[in-house]
């Protein structure tokens, strides 16, 4: 193989595909013509007699996280504002957010009517530590909310810690975290509420959707009024022609509902998402043997709780100077170039193009000068030190055979050695 990057024509490492994502098969294609020729789309219509595809898929969640409760919505970003409405969070309260996560659990507490205060995070695992949240504890924060990002999952103890003795609510988001295991149990669970994402790119997919998770029957039945025009379901078995849903208006809510074309392909992949964890787990440990022989290379740490990871993005953790002072965009367009799709974290939230409360006008109360300073006006060293030193990895490419993975780090190695062509 020629030592010439192939960002500047030399031959690639990799010319192979990766594992397609996401997955699906006959039994999936079944499942979604049943559902279209059913006629009932959507939990808003008359039943056949039967739990509806959501309700269904509810209850399997809830058993599958070892919670008594699950309710499916459309989307990741409305479980979080289920949560946060849940657990009355509005005008004049703050909640803490780790600078390092996508824009969605900001905008949540935005879209309630609360400031996100960004907190930052540890510089290798980029999740948010009990320090960084006990450092911007104020006396208006009511809630945490918890990003489990990546490949790991965020010092649980700790965090419980520090929330209790603030006397503040604990939202875990799980988006990145189906499945993990925090002391054998699953997240998602240790909080008031834990907030999930299906999206096209997570672990277990319908292209969209989501769902929250609680122990607490109070929220389960305020958390199905809220993502259903204030309706939730019946305490009666549900009867043929009726709507498996009745008015109770005790909490004010919207339609967040999960269609149930989502629902049938949720149902039919849930089965498999154990053995595909097993999967990823087996690509991830040959990586890591190959990544250990060249030095400047390791993955995301997990912490002393984790008993079981969740791979979405697996990270790949490099020492200062490795590429020289190439700045980790330009690394990772090396490394696609090499054939393999590494790429750079996104930006932290306090510099992130996505997040700009201030162009909308629905936010200038809460998003005033003072409000902003005390959003985003401190220094965030951990973050920078995670988004400059960490390239990612779609979990699909781990779902091959566990020696393709030797082009991963082939890759690596071959872009280090000609980082000063960079």
């Given at each position: 193989?020629?030592?010439?990057?192939?960002?500047?024509?030399?031959?690639?490492?990799?010319?192979?595909?990766?594992?397609?994502?996401?997955?699906?098969?006959?039994?999936?294609?079944?499942?979604?013509?049943?559902?279209?020729?059913?006629?009932?789309?959507?939990?808003?219509?008359?039943?056949?007699?039967?739990?509806?595809?959501?309700?269904?898929?509810?209850?399997?969640?809830?058993?599958?996280?070892?919670?008594?409760?699950?309710?499916?919505?459309?989307?990741?970003?409305?479980?979080?504002?289920?949560?946060?409405?849940?657990?009355?969070?509005?005008?004049?309260?703050?909640?803490?957010?780790?600078?390092?996560?996508?824009?969605?659990?900001?905008?949540?507490?935005?879209?309630?009517?609360?400031?996100?205060?960004?907190?930052?995070?540890?510089?290798?695992?980029?999740?948010?530590?009990?320090?960084?949240?006990?450092?911007?504890?104020?006396?208006?924060?009511?809630?945490?909310?918890?990003?489990?990002?990546?490949?790991?999952?965020?010092?649980?103890?700790?965090?419980?810690?520090?929330?209790?003795?603030?006397?503040?609510?604990?939202?875990?988001?799980?988006?990145?975290?189906?499945?993990?295991?925090?002391?054998?149990?699953?997240?998602?669970?240790?909080?008031?509420?834990?907030?999930?994402?299906?999206?096209?790119?997570?672990?277990?997919?319908?292209?969209?959707?989501?769902?929250?998770?609680?122990?607490?029957?109070?929220?389960?039945?305020?958390?199905?009024?809220?993502?259903?025009?204030?309706?939730?379901?019946?305490?009666?078995?549900?009867?043929?022609?009726?709507?498996?849903?009745?008015?109770?208006?005790?909490?004010?809510?919207a339609n967040y509902c999960m269609p149930e074309f989502c629902a049938a392909v949720l149902i039919d992949r849930?089965?498999?998402?154990?053995?595909?964890?097993?999967?990823?787990?087996?690509?991830?440990?040959?990586?890591?043997?190959?990544?250990?022989?060249?030095?400047?290379?390791?993955?995301?740490?997990?912490?002393?709780?984790?008993?079981?990871?969740?791979?979405?993005?697996?990270?790949?953790?490099?020492?200062?100077?490795?590429?020289?002072?190439?700045?980790?965009?330009?690394?990772?367009?090396?490394?696609?170039?090499?054939g393999v799709p590494l790429f750079a974290p996104d930006a932290p939230l306090h510099r992130s193009v996505l997040f700009?409360?201030?162009?909308?006008?629905?936010?200038?109360?809460?998003?005033?000068?003072?409000?902003?300073?005390?959003?985003?006006?401190?220094?965030?060293?951990?973050?920078?030190?995670?988004?400059?030193?960490?390239?990612?990895?779609?979990?699909?490419?781990?779902?091959?055979?566990?020696?393709?993975?030797?082009?991963?780090?082939?890759?690596?190695?071959?872009?280090?050695?000609?980082?000063?062509?960079?």
């Amino acid at each position: 193989m020629t030592t010439t990057l192939a960002l500047h024509g030399g031959q690639p490492v990799r010319d192979r595909a990766w594992p397609d994502w996401p997955l699906f098969d006959d039994a999936t294609e079944k499942a979604l013509i049943d559902c279209l020729r059913s006629g009932r789309w959507a939990l808003s219509w008359r039943s056949d007699g039967t739990s509806s595809l959501e309700r269904r898929f509810a209850r399997a969640w809830a058993d599958y996280n070892d919670v008594p409760y699950a309710v499916s919505v459309d989307h990741g970003s409305s479980a979080l504002v289920l949560a946060l409405e849940a657990l009355d969070i509005g005008p004049g309260d703050e909640v803490v957010v780790p600078t390092m996560t996508w824009v969605a659990p900001a905008t949540a507490v935005l879209r309630v009517g609360g400031l996100p205060v960004l907190a930052d995070v540890d510089g290798d695992t980029g999740c948010i530590t009990p320090e960084s949240l006990l450092a911007v504890l104020s006396e208006r924060t009511r809630a945490v909310i918890v990003v489990h990002l990546n490949c790991t999952v965020a010092d649980l103890d700790g965090i419980l810690a520090v929330a209790e003795e603030a006397g503040i609510e604990v939202v875990e988001d799980c988006a990145q975290a189906h499945g993990a295991r925090w002391r054998d149990r699953p997240v998602g669970g240790f909080g008031a509420v834990g907030a999930f994402s299906f999206q096209n790119g997570k672990v277990l997919t319908a292209g969209e959707g989501g769902a929250v998770v609680t122990s607490d029957e109070d929220l389960y039945v305020r958390m199905q009024q809220l993502r259903a025009d204030s309706r939730r379901y019946p305490d009666t078995p549900v009867t043929v022609g009726d709507e498996e849903l009745v008015k109770a208006g005790t909490a004010m809510g919207a339609n967040y509902c999960m269609p149930e074309f989502c629902a049938a392909v949720l149902i039919d992949r849930l089965p498999r998402l154990d053995d595909e964890h097993e999967r990823r787990e087996r690509g991830a440990t040959a990586l890591e043997t190959s990544l250990a022989a060249l030095g400047p290379f390791a993955p995301i740490p997990l912490p002393a709780g984790v008993t079981k990871r969740s791979i979405f993005r697996y990270g790949v953790r490099f020492t200062a100077g490795t590429f020289g002072d190439a700045p980790i965009a330009r690394v990772a367009e090396a490394l696609n170039a090499e054939g393999v799709p590494l790429f750079a974290p996104d930006a932290p939230l306090h510099r992130s193009v996505l997040f700009r409360p201030e162009t909308k006008r629905r936010f200038a109360a809460v998003w005033s000068e003072a409000g902003r300073r005390r959003s985003i006006d401190r220094d965030f060293p951990g973050a920078e030190r995670f988004a400059a030193s960490t390239l990612l990895l779609h979990h699909a490419a781990l779902l091959g055979p566990p020696d393709q993975t030797d082009d991963i780090a082939a890759a690596l190695d071959k872009v280090r050695r000609g980082h000063r062509e960079l």
